[in-house]
């Protein structure tokens, strides 16, 4: 078009830029109903017995459209559970932040992120139980790498509740180490634990029991009590 000269009618300004964003909404959408439909064929057959013609028959795709996606069937099942520690490194954060200073409100808030986490993806869970041995060693590596990541606040909490006298010296490791065997002991016993309570109910249980464990005879007056006495309040990691 020649400068100066009035340009023909277009969409609605934005309109352009907002496309991007949705193709990405549907990659993602697709993306998600695949690894659904990997996850339940998985967990019914076995990671060996299921072959891609199955998952794009599940999924109502084309095997090339899966093949778009993701590379083969070990790309899939690392995708599950790299899917549930994205999660957790997204929620539990957040969860903990948003829980202020208390080591016992963060505390607290991320034993309920990581259940609500384990929750949204009980069939991702068990499969990550079953077949996670099957990856390769890089693939494992990688896995083990993002799940010490994603236990990095949890721990920071329990450090800051120690220091401020809330919490024993305990192992803060052990302490994660068995929050994140509550969440998903949700997933692997939920044939025994769901008919017999909700996941509130879960979660405040475990969590009394976590905190029985390991809070201080002190408790939470040590934590005001630090508070008062300190303008910047427990100490930044």
Known sequence: ???????TPTAPKGAATGAAPARAARAEARRAQILAAATDLMQESGYHAMSMQDLAERAGISVGLAYQYFGGKEDLLRAVVVDILEDFRAQV???????????????????????AVIDAKRAGARLAYRESQTLPPEGRALLQRLEQETNE????????????????????????HDVVMIAHGWALKHWNLGPRMSL??????????VLAAITAPAGPAAFRSAESTSPTGPSAR
């Open 200 to 209: 509130s109910d879960y979660v405040a249980g475990q969590t009394d029991l």
């Open 1 to 7: 078009m020649s400068r100066g000269m009035p340009s």
């Open 93 to 115: 954060p957040a969860a903990i932040a948003v829980a202020g200073g208390d080591p016992v409100a963060r505390v607290t808030a991320g034993i309920a992120a990581f259940c």
């Open 153 to 176: 606040p949890l721990r920071e909490a329990i450090l800051d509740g120690i220091e401020a006298g809330v919490f024993r010296p305990v192992d803060p490791e052990l302490v994660v």
